[in-house]
């Protein structure tokens, strides 16, 4: 049974930094990519970033490019994301995904986390 479990979500202020985890069970790491993807309040769910673990490609939304870094631990079947320079807009429920390549668009393949809240204060 395919798992993704996140945690790292909490409350910080505007500038801050937050690191969360996807820790995957039940496929190999490299049968995947894992994306990142959140939803505010009233708003669609939006993807964030993905990586593809076997090669390193990524993906960042322009919205988090230059803030926000993607990685993988393969032997812990771990991704993170770290996030720096936080803001306000950034206040969301944040899920990590299995999803396909990013260079086809880290399209999410079924396969969810339960989310971790994040919110920014300013």
């Known amino acids: 049974e395919v798992q993704l479990v996140e945690s790292g979500g909490g409350s910080v202020q505007t500038g801050g930094s937050l690191r969360l985890s996807c820790a995957a069970s039940g496929f190999t790491f490299g049968d995947y990519s894992i994306g990142w993807f959140r939803q505010a309040p009233g708003k669609e769910r939006e993807r964030v970033s993905c990586?593809?673990?076997?090669?390193?490609?990524?993906y960042y939304a322009n919205s988090v490019k230059g803030r926000f870094t993607i990685s993988s631990d393969n032997p812990k079947n771990t991704a993170y994301l770290q996030m720096n320079s936080l803001e306000p807009e950034d206040t969301a429920v944040y899920y990590c995904a299995a999803t396909g390549d990013p260079l086809y668009g880290c399209l999410p393949l079924g396969y969810w986390g339960q989310g971790t809240q994040v919110t920014v204060s300013s």
């Open positions: 990586i593809n673990s076997s090669d390193g490609t990524t």
